[in-house]
């Protein structure tokens, strides 16, 4: 395989970019690991003690990444992140006003390799999103797994609070927060994907509030390669059900570009790979998939994702009455509402980003 290396001559501002989405990967792939290696090395060490006070905050913190996470406003508003959305770049795209009045449930597709539309868009402000929707504070919902490692999940819920009011918290459940709350708006960030967690977001009263979930999941991204238009969302009806019982308005969001970024070996349902690669998301929660683009100083491979352009493009509201006991026909209902609204957003903008007039969704 003959390697092409990238120039010399590289602009200082494209370096950054490079070296912001490096940081990203990073963050993802081996971060998670090293946090808990150090945590096993300082529990066999001399200072074990420290290990143990950590262990006991865990147990204290427990609940909070199902109840907001814990925002730094600091850490939000880093000039890297606008990097990190150049580097592809990635433009969120408004179709209408959302009224701040109101809490919604954002359904993002396609789920991806990294989710990094969902990232850039949604955890940051490198895409403008209070400027496009101001009053709405967005929530990236992550896979619980993430949550469970010792000071990964710190790193990754850093992000504050944000509410004018105090929160209604679901029982059971006993964040640590303050009594008061600012009124600003802060900037978003991730938190755990459990339906407490998605519940605690949309039943904050007040409005403002919007829970974003990938709904194709983990089992999504082992289809994610350039080209792929197909998405797991027919069984997919728990974010419906948790719309309806909190009356939050559904948003169907499609990121043209999301599967551009990688190429990923082949894994055809019922090859060995992908059998292997479905257990282990059931045993660990998360998905798998081998994943490769290019490098740092050369672009024919590597675990970089490919400069492409991800346009992340926000539809229109769906309406939804507050149903306390939503019945099978009333989440069947809003379901093919869901489906004919992404379907809408798909059809209406695919030409403008490059999709051939032939080729459509597919929900499996």
């Known amino acids: ?117 969902g990232f850039g868009n949604f955890c940051t402000e490198g895409s403008g999103f209070t400027a496009l929707f101001p009053g709405l504070t967005p929530y990236l919902l992550m896979l619980p797994f993430w949550f469970r490692v010792p000071f990964f999940r710190d790193y990754i819920m850093c992000g504050g609070w944000q509410l004018g009011e105090e929160p209604l918290v679901p029982a059971g459940l006993h964040p640590i927060v303050p009594s008061h709350f600012s009124s600003l708006p802060l900037f978003p960030g991730l938190v755990s994907s459990e339906k407490a967690s998605a519940s605690y977001i949309l039943s904050c009263p007040g409005g403002g509030h919007v829970a974003v979930v990938a709904v194709g999941g983990a089992p999504e991204s082992l289809d994610a390669r350039p080209g792929a238009l197909t998405l797991q969302v027919l069984n997919r009806k728990g974010f419906i059900k948790t719309a309806l019982k909190h009356g939050a308005h559904l948003v169907p969001v499609f990121s043209f570009g999301e599967n551009e970024l990688f190429d990923q070996m082949e894994n055809p349902v019922g090859s060995p790979l992908r059998r292997i690669q479905e257990r282990l998301q059931k045993v660990m929660g998360v998905a798998l998939p081998l994943f490769h683009a290019r490098g740092v100083f050369q672009y024919s491979f590597g675990l970089l994702p490919y400069r492409k352009p991800i346009y992340t493009v926000v539809g229109r509201p769906i309406p939804v009455s507050l149903t306390p006991s939503p019945s099978g026909q009333d989440i069947e209902e809003l379901h093919q509402r869901y489906l004919d609204g992404l379907t809408q957003v798909f059809e209406e903008n695919k030409a403008k980003y490059g999709i051939p007039a032939d080729k459509n969704l597919k929900f499996i």
């Not at 090293?34 to 001399?46: D, G, I, R, W």
């Open 1 to 117: 395989m003959k390697i092409q290396f990238a120039p010399l001559n590289i602009p200082l501002r494209r370096r950054l970019q490079t070296a912001a989405v490096v940081q990203w990967v990073f963050s993802f792939l081996l971060l998670a690991q090293c946090c808990l290696a150090a945590f096993v090395l300082l529990c066999l060490s001399h200072w074990w003690l420290l290990g143990a006070l950590y262990v006991g905050w865990l147990y204290l913190d427990r609940d909070t990444p199902a109840c907001g996470g814990r925002r730094s406003q600091w850490m939000r508003s880093w000039s890297l992140w606008k990097y990190f959305c150049d580097y592809f770049p990635i433009t969120l795209v408004k179709t209408v006003d959302l009224d701040p009045k109101h809490n919604y449930l954002f359904g993002f597709h396609p789920h991806g390799v990294l989710v990094a539309g």
